[in-house]
Antibody
Framework: EVQLEESGGGLVQPGGSLRLSCAAS????????MNWVRQAPGKGLEWLSY????????YYANSVKGRFTMSRDNAKNSLYLQMNNLRAEDTAVYYC???????????????????WGQGTTVTVSS | DIQMTQSPSFLSASVGDKVTITCRAS??????LAWYQQKPGKVPKLLMY???TLQPGVPSRFSGSRSGTDFTLTISRLQPEDFATYYC?????????FGLGTKVEIK
């Protein structure tokens, strides 16, 4: 079964740090780009970060650029989000999500985010 | 940065109604547009990508279209299980912005 499982969430004080992990199983993790998405309580989805399959391309939302660092370890089928200088507005459920895609002939076409984890909750509060 | 303007933010409809949700990109994102459905307390689910390609298992009453930078999600005959919040998302480039969402509620 294709699965993503986040871990590492919790309660942290403003200015603190947290490292989220996402364990992938049931598919060839090293072939897929990945994303982090969060959802604050009662709010919509906010895309945070994207990493290509080989880590050569990494994008960040402006809201987290310079504070969050996304990385992956394909040998461990794992994705990470290092979050520093956390603020109250970072309180949210954090999801990792696979960027779907497929080859059509020799070209690779990206799809949407087709596999999501259950999320891990981060609360930033004193 | 690309902005995704989704409308309406709230929609009240009855079972059997045709429902249309729109999303406008602030610049050309070609066909790199996806739609997601999220029910309360649940994980978002990919409905369709590349404007109009349905994910496997998504009912054919869902359809998508594009006119320039305007994108539309249509539900032809609303079913009870379709009451949810829907989000569009640009995945052409960064930032891969979501729309603010459209909550579809029962009239």
């Amino acid at each position: 079964e294709v699965q993503l499982e986040e871990s590492g969430g919790g309660l942290v004080q403003p200015g603190g740090s947290l490292r989220l992990s996402c364990a992938a199983s049931g598919f060839n993790f090293s072939h897929y780009s990945m994303n982090w998405v969060r959802q604050a309580p009662g709010k919509g989805l906010e895309w945070l970060s994207y990493i290509s399959s080989t880590s050569n391309v990494i994008y960040y939302a402006n809201s987290v650029k310079g504070r969050f660092t996304m990385s992956r370890d394909n040998a461990k089928n794992s994705l990470y989000l290092q979050m520093n200088n956390l603020r109250a507005e970072d309180t949210a459920v954090y999801y990792c999500a696979r960027q779907g895609g497929a080859y059509f002939g020799s070209a690779y076409y990206y799809h949407g985010m087709d596999v999501w984890g259950q999320g891990t909750t981060v609360t930033v509060s004193s | 940065d690309i902005q995704m303007t989704q409308s309406p933010s709230f929609l009240s409809a009855s079972v059997g109604d045709k429902v249309t949700i729109t999303c406008r990109a602030s610049q050309d994102i070609f066909n790199y547009l996806a739609w997601y459905q999220q029910k309360p307390g649940k994980v978002p689910k990919l409905l369709m990508y590349s404007v109009s390609t349905l994910q496997p298992g998504v009912p054919s009453r869902f359809s998508g279209s594009r006119s320039g930078t305007d994108f539309t999600l249509t539900i032809s005959r609303l079913q009870p299980e379709d009451f949810a919040t829907y989000y569009c998302q640009n995945y052409y480039n960064s930032p891969r912005t979501f729309g603010l969402g459209t909550k579809v509620e029962i009239k």
